[in-house]
């Protein structure tokens, strides 16, 4: 079984930053991509990116590309998610998901953690 704990997350004032970690145990050939989601109140649950395990390529949401970056430490089974120049707009829980393959619909991942708030303030 796939578990996925992130941590990390706090308040953070905007142009700052955070680094996300998600640790994962359990890695199967169906958890060989790592993606990133947030999900702001009331709003759907977004893509932000992902990491394949295996040669490390990287995937980006436009709306983060260039401020956000994915990275993985194979020896310690962690992904790590790096929040730069940081917005209010980036105010949201973020989640770690695992799934076969890369997908933007959080719907295809079938593996969750239990996601780690960021805020963002003015």
């Known amino acids: 079984q796939v578990q996925l704990v992130e941590s990390g997350g706090g308040l953070v004032q905007a142009g700052g930053s955070l680094r996300l970690s998600c640790a994962v145990s359990?890695?199967?050939?169906?958890?060989?991509?790592m993606a990133w989601f947030r999900q702001a109140p009331g709003k759907e649950r977004e893509f932000v990116g992902a990491?394949?395990?295996?040669?490390?390529?990287?995937y980006y949401a436009d709306s983060v590309k260039g401020r956000h970056t994915i990275s993985r430490d194979n020896a310690k089974n962690t992904v790590y998610l790096q929040l730069n120049s940081l917005k209010p707009e980036d105010t949201a829980v973020y989640y770690c998901?695992?799934?076969?393959?890369?997908?933007?619909?959080?719907?295809?991942?079938?593996?969750w953690g239990q996601g780690t708030q960021v805020t963002v303030s003015s």
């Open positions: 990491i394949i395990w295996s040669g490390g390529r990287t």
């Open positions: 998901a695992a799934a076969r393959s890369v997908y933007a619909r959080p719907g295809l991942y079938d593996y």
């Open positions: 359990g890695r199967t050939a169906n958890s060989d991509v």
